[in-house]
């Protein structure tokens, strides 16, 4: 069997936690697959040096100051492209989806608007944004195929995924709108790999910087996540999230969160 990590980190600014991003590329377990958010900056400004001397290939779309995503990968990916493809990207658009495919496995990067507060125009872009990813997979992807749907989601899915959810029922992030736009997406025949290996409350993936002590006593929220096909979700063997990252010096607020999946050698069309 041939073991595949693929890990989501919404970093805050690349250049900021490029030692951070380091620690996590010459750790024990490292990804094979990573993919990023925030990015924050232009293409011309992307580190694909420092990436290319750990060993990564890299594919990446951002914007000044705001958004940008990328994937970084020890797999150079066969064609990458971003933006919906449905014919209405703007900038924004395209430095908040990024599609790669590897193989038989497509892996789709997303940075999903957090929304601000309800009734905003940014809120309205956030369900446009959902609804057109799930156009877009019913356009261009299969259900029975082998695909990761990851990112900074901006969306908590259950109650457990985030801590005191009674106080946040109004919150862009929480609020039953969301949830339900959220779950018209997952409908289309994906599963939450993180939440089939650690089922628990108390699982994060991002503490907010606001408040004192977030980390120390794990008030958080799951809002970063690893969505699979069947056909993908059933190789997984684990998925955690790397609390320690949240613990360095100069963190993002999030953390990043990994997949591991056991597939069959050739997997990618090799001899």
Known sequence: MSILRIATFNVNSIK????????????????????????????????????????????????????????????????????????????????????????????????????????????????????????????????????????DINVVPTDIDVTHPENKREHVCVCEEVRTALSGVISWGFVDVFRKHRPDPGEFSFWDYRLKGALEKNIGWRIDHLFATRALADTSVDAYAARELRAMERPSDHTAVTAVFDLQPGWRGEC
């Open 16 to 151: 900021a936690r490029l030692p951070i991003v380091e620690k996590f590329l010459r750790g024990g377990e490292v990804p094979d697959i990573l993919c990023l958010q925030e990015t924050k900056c232009r293409n011309a400004d992307f580190p694909e040096d420092f990436f290319k001397e750990l060993g990564y290939a890299c594919a990446y779309s951002g914007m000044k100051s705001y958004n940008g995503v990328a994937v970084v990968s020890r797999i150079p990916p066969d064609s990458f492209s971003a933006g919906f493809g449905d014919g209405d990207d703007t900038e924004q658009d395209s430095a908040r989806v990024l599609r790669a495919r590897f193989g038989d496995i497509d892996v789709i990067c997303t940075y999903v608007p957090q929304g601000k507060e309800m009734g905003s125009p940014d809120y309205s872009y956030k369900l446009r944004f959902l609804e057109r990813l799930r156009a877009m997979f019913d356009r261009a992807y299969k259900p029975s195929g082998k695909l990761l749907w990851t990112g």
